[in-house]
């Protein structure tokens, strides 16, 4: 496996890892499970699954590669990992500091013996911000369905349709194309709901000139998508067209700097200087993009903050957004993959206000 080749050479002298996170447990085992289980990964030597007897059977079929050992109790878990611990002569144990809770890590410390624990989230996160050509097949489908909920989403609005009947035929929409679920809840935000940036879907009826932020995705083989549109119901005022125009320019303008070897703040500037310049500033208070993959936010940063590096492989969003209070919001957001040269834009929504 290429991505362990990759992990142990960035993990230094760590003799084995540990993962709990189910995303990270998907990601190095193909096995999605909500339930409790734990890999260990050695150095050398074959990786084994401590999984429940629920997961037991699904584990022993799809699970390939891994040794599969069943824990009945808590109790159990913990004492495979002693056990492990020992066969394995496991002395330093990578592990992920922002997933494990303070109780599993004492229940870990408690069944073993000389154990040094080493922290390796970041490295985990920075090895899934390359996308194998696999990963970008599921994620480029999950955006294609999100393209095709827009699309259904955009036809339904009209005067009086509340913004769940709109949430609701896009997302049947995308069932039927295979979606596995949404990937964070449907966002239909319109009127002066639309200034609030991460509102919810309620049953607000949609009034002529009401603008309306439309944000979605699903996920597709355990893959996301994301999107964004702003719409109007109706012809747009010029006030709206003027935002519209800026967000959308901002977002172009700072999509086209993307490459390899540019950093996180220097695409997130781009943007912002521009929408500042227009005279909204105070108003986009969010970052520029996140990378998506197994989570639908992950690694890398699209911040005035971020120093993360880009890099070819990586998939993630550019959402400008600006937000004013009493008037309504717009925001524009498209799913990127990095190439080796430039990038290439996997949603393609028509970006226009009607
Ligand atoms: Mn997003």
């Not at 639309?194 to 944000?215: N, Q, W, Y």
């Not at 969003?317 to 498209?334: H, K, M, Q, S, W």
Request: proline share 3%.
């Amino acid at each position: 496996m290429n991505m362990l080749k990759k992990l142990w050479g960035m993990l230094g002298e760590v003799d084995a890892l540990i993962l709990f996170k189910p995303e990270n447990i998907f990601y190095f085992s193909n096995f999605f499970s909500s339930s409790f289980m734990y890999l260990v990964i050695p150095r050398d030597g074959v990786p084994l699954a401590v999984v429940s007897q629920l997961d037991l059977w699904a584990a022993k079929n799809e699970l390939k590669g891994f040794s599969i050992i069943e824990a009945k109790s808590q109790e159990d878990f913990d004492k495979c990992f002693s056990k492990l611990q020992k066969d394995l002569k496991i002395k330093k144990l990578g592990f992920e500091e922002d997933f494990l809770t303070v109780s599993v890590k004492e229940r870990l410390e408690k069944s073993s013996d000389g154990l040094n624990f080493i922290p390796a989230s970041n490295i985990i996160k920075k090895i899934r911000s390359i996308k194998s050509r696999s990963e970008i097949e599921k994620i480029r489908k999950a955006a294609k369905i999100a393209d095709e909920g827009m699309k259904k989403a955009i036809e339904t609005i009209a005067p009086g349709v509340r913004e769940y009947d709109v949430a609701a035929e896009a997302e049947y929409v995308m069932r039927k194309r295979g979606s596995g679920g949404t990937s964070f809840e449907t966002i239909v935000a319109s009127g002066y709901r639309s200034a609030f940036p991460h509102a919810s879907t309620s049953g607000r009826k949609l009034v002529k000139g009401d603008l309306v932020v439309i944000d979605l995705g699903v996920r597709y083989k355990n893959y996301c998508s994301d999107i964004t549109r702003t719409c109007t119901v109706g012809s747009p005022n010029s006030e709206q067209e003027k935002l519209f125009q800026t967000v959308l320019s901002a977002q172009q303008k700072a999509i086209g700097i993307i490459r390899p070897g540019v950093k996180g703040n220097e695409i997130d500037k781009v943007a912002r200087e521009l929408i500042k310049r227009e005279g909204y500033g105070d108003f986009f208070i969010h970052s520029f993009g996140h990378g998506i993959g197994i989570e639908v936010h992950e690694h890398p940063s699209i911040s005035s903050s971020s120093t993360d590096i880009i890099d070819a492989g990586m998939v993630f969003t550019a959402e400008p957004g600006v937000y004013l209070p009493n008037f309504g919001g717009c925001r524009i957001e498209d799913m990127i993959l990095v190439r080796k040269r430039g990038y290439e834009l996997l949603t393609s929504s028509p970006r226009s206000l009607h």
